[in-house]
Structure formats: structure tokens, C-alpha cells
């Protein structure tokens, strides 16, 4: 009975249908017991039924498993982005905050040790790359079911090349075959299908190699702080506050300054001094330092020491600031003969100070209604003792010996210089400066490591008078020479008073932290420097895409081979443990002999020992080749003679050409 017809029928597997077909080995004698024996084992029948249903399901689990594979790590994947979503950063949760996003913001887990790089695991690349190098493996898998036709050799050749192991030059050579319809024979349907489902599949799968590429190039990781519980009370003392022991009060007028002395500052308090000197050279077991804020016009801040780590916080805190306004005087001065003799006009009857004429050294001079400190004593030579007035009033100058009495390569000699160059060797530099004293409120941010002014208040007078102290009584003079001396020289007169205002406000509050303490800051917010993935939203749901294409196709694969006829070949030969005879689907038989050339090893070299039917419908495809191990079974590749080049079996002139 003739199988049920299906829509290709002339297109199955031809197989001649009989009720048994059988190989025997007839011996010429009559046989002995042994050979009886032989004789038996030696017969293979085979049958062949209508019915396989279970030939049908050979395909399942392979369908299965590359659903698995799509559908898991494609739900995978958003699942992860989804559950693993950091809101404040993405600006809320969901694919709607995503896509309007741009990205996934998703948090990865682990934050960096103290002193240790910050990494992060970004598991969705390795998901991607996981898929990706899974559907590579499988892609083999959606062609291997299916039946063929009755076709030429050359056809039936490329298709098991192409159905194997399918790659770029396998795909370009059939297609060169089927382009040349003068050189070849018809081609079935099925070749035509085969061939564009090959092709599908070879651009899915490296579809899906190029998605895992591009998220690989335009993912990133971005660093951000994440809040922690803080710690109690006192953990953390970054505030600046006046350290009132120091002082009692501050008097009137007429009474000294807060640790100004008749003949010298903080004599008493000699690690005041000490601390002042370790903030201005910079050194990182300083309590303190003094920092810059370019955008707060150029104001001088105190904040903790470099030593204080503030990589995790985030806080709110009062401290000090200066800020200073200078000018040069060089033009504005009476000159001798190209030397400055009299700052008068300028402003500063005082400068310049000759200590005697016409030596010039480096000094800071206060002014208070008109009159200037002297170098011995300082703010005591003040009438008012040493209080003035916030802002406060400076003279400097500065000079420095160049060692040299040609200055042909400096800039000082232009007309907008900032220096004198009469008498030589020297440059000397005259400025008058206004310099305000704050109390300030800031706030720091340690994911950009910033400071910002929140509240600036005028500080009082009284501790303006303490604070300018210090530089009046030359404690800070010699370090502000050094770093003003190349820019003094070199630069002209605007870069030369930009850099003197931010000099000599980090200097002067630099001489006078010796007088503060640390204060608890407020508002505290510790944060855990946190590495979070940042994956663009358009490669995610290409990458998605094409895994739910590629599982659509599998599916209708398997479909398709589900709807295709089968039927069952029977081994009377081979008994199963129950005593039942073996059973092969003609379908997984067509499978194996279109993507596995072991078949027709097999045909072209058959055993001759009566199983080579029996063999023919073998579980595995090395079990389908007889593989004797006399000298006689093996082949060998090369020129044949009149047999021309190709495979050869030894003792036999059976051979396969190329």
C-alpha cells in the first residue's frame, strides 16, 4: 500500500517498495553447524512500513533547544535590563524610561574598595555573546529536515556541502551552480527551498553575530555614586570653624589683634605657625588646604586635607574664603631714570620701601587710612594696632635678582609689561590688592570632585583683622615671590594680575589655618562609588529581534518537517532488549545522507558481508561505513592510472573519482 501523498510527492526519496528485501550470503556446500551459524547473523532483512509517528518528533528536540536558546536569552536579556533598572540615573523604570532614555541605565552589583579600581561585570555582553556563539553552533540544526528529490549528482552533491556545513563559499558555489541553467539539469523544488532556506539562515545567524558586535562597541559603563546609610554623629569633620581657645575675645581698638604681639605673631602658638606653613607648600599631612574656584571668580576656599578622604560623600559645610583684587603699578608710579622711586599717584605713598635705597626686598605691606605697616613690626607700627577694615588694603613688592645684565629674551621689556627692569640685574614688581574675607557656606560633590558656594557673607571686621595677620608679618611673603616669579617676568600685565589675585588669596588664608578647627558638616549624604551599565536601547532590541525571528523560523521548520510524510524501515536482523525487531524513520535516513557524507563512504565502499543492507539504516552515521581492518579495507587519494585521480579502496578497483 502506497504511502499517503504529499504536496512533493515526486519530490521524496525514491525507495523500491517491497514486503522484504533481503541479503544473503548462499554457501556452494552444504553448511556445517559454524556455518549455519554465521549465515544467520550475516542476514539482514529490512521492511518497510506506511506509518512513523515517531518520525515525525525527530526534529522536536532540536527545535526545542534552539527555542531555548532564542526565546531564553532574549526574555533573559530584558528581563535582566528590566529587573536591574537604576531609576535615577535612567529616569524612571520600564522600556518607556528606557526609550526615552536612549539606554538602559542598569545596575550591575559591587562597588570598588577604598583604593581599588572601581569594575563591573557587564552580564548582558555576556549574554549576547553567549547567544550569539550558541545560534552559530545550531545554525546547522534548521536544515536538517526535510526530504529530497530525484536530482542530478551535482545537486545532490552541493546540497549535502551546503546542508552540512553551510558557509560563505559553499553558499556562493551552489548558488554559481544554479545561476547556469545551460550547464546543468533541472532543478527540483526542493533544492530551490533548501538552497534559500540555507541562505536564510546563514544571514540570520550572522545577523545575530553583528547585533552581539555593535552592543559590544556602543556599550559603556558610567560611574555614579549611590547613597549609603551614614555613620553617627561626629564621622564627619569637614567644616572649618575658628578655633575660639586660641582667643578669648577680640578686643577694641586700640588693643592688639587676636595673637598679634608687640614684637611678633603667635609667638605663643608656635604649631600655628607650623600649620600655616604646611598648608601653603602643600603637603598632604596639612589639616587643611586652600583651594581655587575659578567659576566663584577666582575665590580661595579652605577645605580638609588632601590626607581626608572625600571620594564618598557628599556634603554641606562652612568655611572661609578670600578673594583678591589687584593691580600692577609699574605705569602708574614716578620713575627715576627708568627706576620707580615714588607710588604716590598710585595710591601707595609707601612703595616703594627701600630698606636702606635703593635696596628693594620682597615684602607685604598693610594700609590702614593712608598709612603703611613697616617690615620690623608689622601690624603693631599701625596706629590703629593692627585692626583695620574688611575689605583690606596690601602693598606688595617683589623683586628678583636675575643674575644677568641682558634681558633681551624676556617679555619685561614690552610696554605692557607688569615688572621694572631698572636697576639690573633686577625685576622688580610693584601691586596694590583688595582682598575680602568671607564666611561661606559650600556644598561638595565627590562624583566630579567640586565645590560650590551657596552662601557668601561678608566676614566682620574684627576677624578680618586677625586673619590679615600673618601676611602683613611677612610669614607668607617668600612663597608667593616664588610662584609669581616666572609669571612676573614672562607674562604681561593682565596674566600677571590674574595669577597674583589667586596667589595671594590662597596665601593669605593658607598662613592662617594654624587658627582653625574642623566642624561637623551637614546635610551629609555618604554614597558607594557605584560602575553602571549603560546599554543603548537600539542594538538591545535589534539584538531581541532577531532572536525572535530566528526562533520563528525554527519553528516553522519543524512545522514543515512535521507535515512532511515518513515512513518506518524494520531490521528483522536486530532484535532490540524486548525482543523486537529495530526500527529507522526513512526521514532521519534522508537527513543523515543530505548533510552527512559518511552515506555515500558507505555506498561507493560497501562491506560485501552480507550486512551492508543492515548497515545501511545504522543508528549512527560512523556505524553505516564498513570498516574492516585487513590491508584490503583501506583507501587511499592520488592518481589512479586509467582510473584517474581520486579515492581508492586497496586490493579493489572500485575507486571514487574527484
Known amino acids: 500500500m502506497d504511502p499517503p501523498a504529499s504536496p512533493h510527492a515526486d519530490e521524496h526519496t525514491a525507495l523500491r517498495r517491497s514486503s522484504v528485501s533481503s541479503a544473503t550470503v548462499a554457501p556452494t556446500e552444504p553448511p556445517d553447524k559454524d556455518d549455519n551459524h554465521k549465515s544467520s547473523i550475516s542476514e539482514s532483512e529490512l521492511r518497510i512500513t506506511d506509518g512513523n509517528p515517531q518520525g515525525k518528533l525527530l526534529g522536536f528536540l532540536p527545535t526545542v533547544f534552539v527555542l531555548f536558546i532564542t526565546l531564553g536569552f532574549a526574555f533573559l536579556i530584558m528581563g535582566w535590563l528590566l529587573v536591574r533598572q537604576y531609576e535615577p540615573i535612567q529616569g524612571g523604570t520600564g522600556l518607556s524610561a528606557a526609550v526615552r532614555n536612549g539606554s538602559f541605565i542598569v545596575y550591575e552589583g559591587g562597588a570598588p574598595a577604598a583604593g581599588q579600581k572601581g569594575t563591573v561585570n557587564l552580564r548582558v555582553l555576556t549574554f549576547s555573546a553567549l547567544v550569539s556563539h550558541l545560534i552559530s553552533d545550531t ?167 588632601a590626607g581626608m578622604d572625600l571620594s564618598s560623600t557628599a556634603f554641606t559645610a562652612q568655611t572661609f574664603g578670600a578673594r583678591a583684587q589687584c593691580r600692577t603699578l609699574t605705569h602708574e608710579c614716578e620713575k627715576l631714570s627708568g627706576r620707580t622711586v615714588n607710588c604716590t599717584q598710585a595710591g601707595y605713598p609707601g612703595l616703594p620701601y627701600f630698606e636702606p635705597f635703593p635696596t628693594v626686598n620682597n615684602n607685604i605691606f598693610g594700609v590702614v587710612d593712608g598709612q603703611q605697616t613697616n617690615v620690623e613690626w608689622g601690624p603693631t607700627s599701625l596706629d590703629s594696632g593692627g585692626f583695620t577694615t574688611n575689605p583690606v588694603n596690601l602693598a606688595l613688592q617683589m623683586r628678583w635678582n636675575l643674575h644677568r645684565r641682558y634681558m633681551d629674551s624676556f617679555t619685561a621689556e614690552q610696554a605692557d609689561a607688569a615688572v621694572d627692569i631698572v636697576p639690573l640685574p633686577y625685576t622688580t614688581l610693584f601691586a596694590g590688592c583688595n582682598v575680602t574675607f568671607s564666611n561661606i557656606t559650600v556644598r561638595y560633590a565627590p562624583m566630579n570632585n567640586s565645590w560650590n558656594i551657596l552662601l557668601e557673607e561678608k566676614s566682620s571686621d574684627n576677624f578680618t583683622s586677625v586673619m590679615w595677620a600673618p601676611t602683613i608679618s611677612q610669614l607668607g611673603t617668600d612663597r608667593l615671590a616664588a610662584e609669581m616669579m616666572t609669571i612676573a617676568m614672562m607674562e604681561m600685565r593682565p596674566n600677571v594680575t590674574a595669577a597674583l589675585n589667586q596667589y595671594l588669596g590662597r596665601m593669605m588664608l593658607g598662613v592662617a589655618v594654624g587658627m582653625f578647627q574642623s566642624a561637623e558638616a551637614t546635610d551629609v549624604k555618604q554614597t558607594v562609588p557605584t560602575l553602571l551599565g549603560q546599554y543603548p536601547v537600539g542594538p538591545i532590541m535589534i539584538l531581541i529581534a532577531l532572536l525572535f525571528l530566528y526562533a520563528v523560523l525554527a519553528t516553522l521548520i519543524f512545522t514543515s518537517s512535521w507535515l512532511t510524510n515518513d515512513e518506518t524501515i524494520v531490521v528483522l536482523g536486530d532484535k532490540r532488549k524486548d525482543g523486537t525487531p529495530e526500527e529507522q524513520s526513512v526521514l532521519n535516513l534522508t537527513q543523515r545522507w543530505l548533510v552527512d557524507p559518511l552515506p555515500l563512504v558507505a555506498a561507493a565502499f560497501p562491506g560485501e558481508d552480507g550486512k551492508d543492507a543492515q548497515r545501511s539504516v545504522a543508528d549512527s552515521a560512523v556505524d553505516m561505513v564498513y570498516d574492516g581492518n585487513g590491508p584490503d579495507t583501506r583507501v587511499s587519494i592520488g592518481f589512479q592510472g586509467k582510473g584517474g585521480f581520486g579515492l581508492r579502496k586497496r586490493g579493489n578497483e572500485r575507486f571514487l573519482e574527484a
Open 139 to 305: 545554525s546547522s540544526d534548521g536544515r536538517r529536515n526535510g526530504s529530497f528529490a530525484k536530482s542530478n549528482a551535482s545537486a545532490y552533491g552541493l546540497l549535502v556541502r551546503l546542508l552540512g556545513s553551510s558557509s560563505i563559499i559553499s553558499i556562493y558555489e551552489t548558488g554559481w551552480y544554479a545561476i547556469r541553467p545551460r550547464k546543468r539539469a533541472r532543478l527540483p523544488r526542493l533544492f530551490k527551498e533548501a538552497f534559500a532556506l540555507a541562505i536564510t539562515i546563514w544571514i540570520m545567524s550572522h545577523a545575530v553575530g553583528l547585533a552581539d558586535l555593535y552592543l559590544h562597541t556602543v556599550t559603556r559603563s558610567i560611574l555614579v555614586d549611590l547613597p549609603a546609610r551614614n555613620k553617627g554623629p561626629g564621622s564627619y569633620p569637614y567644616a572649618v570653624a575658628f578655633n575660639e581657645t586660641l582667643c578669648a575675645k577680640w578686643g577694641p581698638r586700640g588693643v592688639y589683634p587676636c595673637l598679634v604681639l608687640g614684637d611678633g605673631w603667635s609667638y605663643t602658638f608656635p604649631e600655628v605657625v607650623e600649620s600655616g606653613y604646611l598648608a601653603i607648600a602643600n603637603r598632604t599631612n596639612s589639616k587643611f588646604q586652600v583651594i581655587t574656584l575659578a567659576d566663584a571668580s577666582d575665590a580661595a576656599i579652605v577645605v580638609p586635607g
